[in-house]
């Protein structure tokens, strides 16, 4: 499974971004994984921001982020979304999509997003 990122770049507080994360690979045609994204921001750990189910589309979202992310996917395109309004100076680190398929996860390439004004 390989997965590739895009969508971040530099914005406003206030702005918005969205984020998109290609996965590729045969075995997703066989079985449900679910798709979703973490953060690192300079110093700190990596965190969790939010996660989709394939299945039944169920969401997790961080609660630094509820109300102002929303994430979604395209199981034809196996692509994951994050939509983030309301971006905030806090919201800045590398954002990474992670895949988990049965009991395998799969990191993608982070891609940065800078909050600033």
């Known amino acids: 499974v390989q997965l590739q990122a895009s969508g971040g770049g530099l914005v406003r507080p206030g702005g918005s971004l969205r984020l998109s994360c290609a996965a590729s690979?045969?075995?997703?045609?066989?079985?449900?994984?679910?798709i979703g994204w973490f953060r690192q921001a300079p110093g700190k750990e990596r965190e969790g921001v939010s996660c989709?189910?394939?299945?039944?589309?169920?969401?997790y979202y961080a609660d630094s982020v509820k109300g102002r992310f929303t994430i979604s996917r395209d199981n034809a395109k196996n692509t994951v979304y994050l939509q983030m309004n309301s971006l905030k100076h806090e919201d800045t680190a590398v954002y990474y999509c992670?895949?988990?398929?049965?009991?395998?996860?799969?990191w993608g390439q982070g891609t940065q997003v800078t909050v600033s004004s």
């Open positions: 992670r895949l988990v398929l049965r009991t395998t996860g799969y």
């Open positions: 690979g045969s075995t997703l045609d066989y079985y449900p994984y679910a």
């Open positions: 989709i189910s394939s299945s039944e589309g169920s969401t």
